[in-house]
């Protein structure tokens, strides 16, 4: 096994050095800039915390790749907080829009990017934050992070594991080096027990293997704080709101042709809609600024209205404002009457998560491919909450109805809460997996 990861780091050493150019440039035209990099190389962390008696903290280590990760962690971090209230706390994220994400919500954390999968960035990385122990959300294998882990006695957890037919095709190809990758994990919590199975095809051990749901039906909508200030007046109650969220290219144009249709067949009170257009990725925020420009669309820009007072007001309602922001959607989700979810109008993504809209009872219009949530649009479709629409002229009807029929859109937000409820408990079974394997005892944190 030796020579394996031997082999994969020749190969990994030389793309890298053959194709750094590419990958600088691919990092730039992403996000823009190369903030972060640093990082990913194994320099520019911050210093390790000690406790106020001079001994080091245990430091619980968590992971999730971007902001959907981040955001279905939120739980179980807090409840591992409120058990473990004395332990550091570390979170690694992949993304930009991922780690800003968790430094807002965890500001008492470090919170730094994962760094590359280079055999010599590990141990300077464990050298500076002593971790105890590793919870990965979802399936985020790397492995020279989980060989070292093993050298280290670093006891490694899955949670919220899934494995898609096509990731599975592809580990168990490459078996022979996969194995031990599958087999390391002290414990695999899965959402489904076809994942389950997956894993113990792929050497994960059954006794290891814990069915516990989706923890992301366990997010819970905020309650009326400091920060919900910003946009408690921001429309008028009458103002019917409709948010997009995390669009992707395409589907903007599909979402302003039926918005813009289902406006003109309203009545002079309904033409004051305005649809909430979020893109997914923050370079794409001027691009849909532009292509609203060249529509001639009524749009305001959201960081505009943000930046020029503490409190976010309008002048007027614009038919569309483009939400430039990062951390502002799921404030959004609260304001409207209903909302359609991005990454599910075309092909090539596989959708967003639906139940960021449906905890807060509101209706989850979607397109045909989801299938990166496909248990969570499922339940909503089949259980109550999902309006599922095939096309531009089904989501140009589906608007129309829900703007003309206001009490039509409340009832499906009903019973897309309705839905999430059911389907909660997930977090606190993931709790006490961990905890059986390796938690702490309350004199043993430090």
């Given at each position: ?59 619980s ?13 939120v739980?179980l ?28 919500i ?70 022979f080096f ?28 059954p ?63 309904g ?15 001027s ?11 009524d ?16 002048s ?8 430039d ?16 979810i ?19 009872a ?73 905890e ?5 005892d ?5």
């Amino acid at each position: 096994m030796r020579s394996l990861y031997i082999i994969y780091n020749i190969i990994l050493c030389a793309l890298l050095l053959l194709s750094w150019p590419v990958l600088l440039w691919y990092m730039y035209r992403r996000q823009g800039s190369f903030e972060g990099l640093g990082e990913r190389l194994g320099w520019g962390w911050p210093p390790r915390l000690q406790s106020q008696a001079g001994g080091k903290l245990r430091t619980s280590w968590f992971h999730g790749a971007s902001v959907g990760e981040v955001q279905m962690l939120v739980p179980l971090i807090q409840a591992w907080c409120r058990r473990y209230p004395e332990a550091g706390l570390l979170l690694t994220t992949m993304t930009l829009t991922g780690r800003q994400t968790a430094k807002r919500i965890f500001p008492q954390a470090r919170v730094v990017l994962l760094p590359l999968d280079l055999p010599g960035v590990w141990p300077l990385f464990f050298r500076r934050f002593r971790p105890a122990c590793l919870i990965i959300a979802e399936t985020e294998l790397w492995p020279n992070l989980l060989h070292h882990a093993a050298r280290q006695g670093l006891p490694l957890a899955l949670v919220n594991a899934r494995l898609s037919l096509k990731s599975f095709k592809n580990y168990r190809f490459f078996r022979f080096f996969t194995r031990s990758m599958f087999a390391g994990p002290a414990v695999v919590v899965v959402q489904d027990q076809v994942s389950g199975q997956r894993f113990a095809e792929l050497s994960t051990s059954p006794e290891q293997i814990v069915l516990s749901g989706n923890m992301k039906f366990d997010l819970l909508p905020s309650g009326n704080s400091g920060e919900q200030i910003l946009y408690r007046n921001l429309f008028a109650p009458e103002i019917p709101v409709v948010v997009a969220g995390s669009t992707h290219p395409g589907e903007e144009e599909m979402i302003l042709n039926a918005w813009e249709k289902s406006l003109l067949q309203l009545s002079e009170t309904g033409k004051d809609a305005c649809l909430v257009l979020a893109p997914r990725h923050p370079q794409r925020f001027s691009e849909v600024a532009e292509f609203l420009t060249l529509r001639k669309v009524d749009f305001l820009r959201f960081s505009i209205c943000k930046e020029s007072s503490d409190r976010a007001a309008l002048s007027g309602v614009p038919s569309v404002l483009l939400l430039d922001t990062l951390g502002d959607l799921i404030h959004f989700y609260r304001l409207s009457r209903f909302a359609i979810i991005g990454g599910t109008l075309v092909p090539g993504i596989g959708g967003h998560n639906p139940l960021e809209a449906a905890v807060f009872a509101k209706a989850v219009i979607h397109g045909s491919y989801v299938a990166n949530f496909k248990d969570g649009f499922g339940y909503l479709d089949d259980q109550g909450g999902g309006l599922p629409v095939a096309g531009e002229v089904e989501l140009e009807t589906l608007f129309r109805r829900c703007l003309q029929e206001p009490a039509f859109a409340r009832d499906e937000g009903l019973k897309a809460a309705a839905t999430v409820d059911r389907h909660r408990g997930a977090v606190s079974r993931t709790m006490i997996s961990l905890e059986e394997v390796f938690g702490w005892d309350r004199e043993d944190k430090v």
